[in-house]
């Protein structure tokens, strides 16, 4: 296909105002403000290459701003991981709907939340939303104003968290490194916790291989089905 170099620009131009920030964390106590305890970037884009650092918790080309906060959450409540298109957007602007894939929430115990890079092993993941019935994961978050509901295992270890909250859009994902990759990481600390088990851990990077075939895929020409299910990327879902 060929477009002119103004289409292409315009073509760029609209894909890049349409990214997104997990920027706001809501519990079953309070909505904190936005980027309370949060590591939120300057510029809203994504992570394309699987193996970098920065698909930990962010960084360049989106630089994070650190944060001293860190917010208490109940083992066993359930959050709310609030995405907008930029720090100043409102709920009805959460991200271009041609933004279609899976959202994702993983966990990682830490001994300071607010110093941890979140890069390495430690990893696990505690919710998932792929494709079914014709809606993405994605097409939910959006749906309901941005809120990306969580819960937050019972059966695990009180302390010191990085909460992971990932959407990843793949109307570009035909080719490799297509795959959109937003997230962002929340400081928390988790109490009431019955640590009864032990998740399984994964490193970040290292979860997701840019030929997945939840991330390598054309979902415009071969949209996933009843045959051919939509695989979500990176670990098996922890469960207590
Ligand atoms: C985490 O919560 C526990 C239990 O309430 C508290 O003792 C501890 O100081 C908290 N830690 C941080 C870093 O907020
Ligand atoms: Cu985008």
Same mark, same amino acid.
């Given at each position: 296909m060929h477009y002119s170099t103004a289409i292409s620009v315009a073509l760029l131009a609209a894909t890049a105002s349409a990214h997104t920030i997990f920027c706001q964390l809501k519990t079953d106590q309070q909505t904190y403000a936005v980027s309370y305890g949060i590591r939120t970037p300057s510029y809203d884009g994504p992570q394309t290459d699987v193996r970098a650092a920065n698909l930990a918790c962010n960084g360049p080309p989106n630089p994070? +701003? &650190? %944060? %001293?906060?860190?917010?208490?959450?109940?083992?066993?409540?359930?959050?709310?991981?609030?995405?907008? #298109? +930029? $720090?100043? !957007?409102?709920?009805?602007?959460?991200?271009?709907?041609? #933004?279609?894939? /899976?959202?994702?929430?993983? $966990?990682?115990?830490?001994?300071?939340?607010?110093?941890?890079?979140?890069?390495?092993?430690?990893?696990?993941?505690?919710?998932?939303?792929?494709f079914s019935n014709g809606v993405w994961g994605t097409d939910t978050v959006i749906n309901s104003?941005?809120?990306?509901?969580?819960?937050? /295992?019972?059966?695990?270890?009180?302390?010191?968290? $990085?909460?992971?909250?990932?959407?990843?859009? $793949? #109307?570009?994902?035909? %080719?490799t490194n297509g795959a959109q990759l937003y997230m962002e990481c929340a400081q928390i600390n988790i109490t009431?916790?019955?640590?009864?088990?032990?998740?399984?851990?994964? !490193?970040? &990077?290292?979860?997701?291989?840019?030929?997945?075939?939840?991330l390598l895929i054309d979902i415009y020409n071969k949209p996933p089905s009843g045959s051919n299910p939509y695989k979500i990327p990176g670990p098996a879902l922890f469960t207590c």
């Open positions: 994070t +701003t &650190p %944060s %001293s906060k860190i917010i208490e959450v109940k083992a066993g409540s359930t959050v709310s991981a609030i995405w907008r #298109h +930029t $720090l100043q !957007s409102g709920a009805n602007d959460v991200m271009d709907p041609g #933004h279609k894939g /899976p959202v994702m929430a993983y $966990l990682k115990k830490v001994t300071d939340a607010t110093k941890d890079s979140g890069v390495g092993d430690g990893w696990f993941k505690i919710q998932e939303a792929g104003g941005g809120n990306q509901q969580i819960r937050i /295992p019972e059966c695990i270890e009180d302390g010191q968290y $990085l909460l992971r909250a990932e959407m990843i859009a $793949l #109307h570009g994902a035909r %080719s009431g916790g019955k640590a009864t088990k032990k998740p399984t851990t994964a !490193s970040i &990077p290292g979860i997701y291989k840019s030929n997945d075939p939840g």
